[in-house]
């Protein structure tokens, strides 16, 4: 049987990385084969283009150059990871995927969303995710976490608004995908958003067992 694919978005500083360890345990222990990756990137090839994505520049970068290079790296991530292993049966938990070119390319960037659907119906050929977990925060706290993280990249260094209109892209995205798409209130103390998480994930679970 085909695996399921899970992705998790959110804008800067939502804690993806610590939220994502925890969905790796819940799914180990439904002793499911998964695999973990992440986008930009899951091929050497695309960590490579991520790096040339997120690394800071002088050259201004064209919005349609950061996009197409955006769906380069996801051509190659479906082609070697993604449909493979969900062919073998595996599940795919996935740090962004489109959503997120939705919200920071086209909602971010102003770029609208018709390019994207065209794009997305070339390189995924209909595939989308199962589930999608959106963890929401206001920007300025997310800002505020990923700026005591590290330094920051390209897409960080952009302006308090920019990041406004990615939270809103994202949470207009679940609210035409409800099926699919669950918004998590990342800014809860962690063991709520856990729980909030599982619950998700539980659902999502029951779900998939009545379906197959
Ligand atoms: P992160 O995975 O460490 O959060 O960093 C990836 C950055 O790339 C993040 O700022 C969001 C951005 N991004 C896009 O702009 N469009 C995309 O389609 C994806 C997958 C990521």
Redesign the pocket.
Known sequence: MRGKFITIEGT?GVG?TTNIEFIQSWLEQKKVGFVCT???GGTPLAEQIREL??TPREETVAGIAELLL?FAGRAQHLHHVIEPELTKGAWVLC????D??YA??GAGRNMGSDLITQLEMLVQNGLKPDLTLILDIPVALGLKRASERSKP?R??QEQLEFFERVRQGYLSIAAGDPDRCVVIDASKPLNDVRTDICAALDAFWASSEASS
Request: aromatic share 16%; charged share 40%.
């Open positions: 800067e993806k992440r986008e930009p994505l997120l955006m740090d962004r995927f489109t997120a070119t920071y390319q990249d897409f960080e």
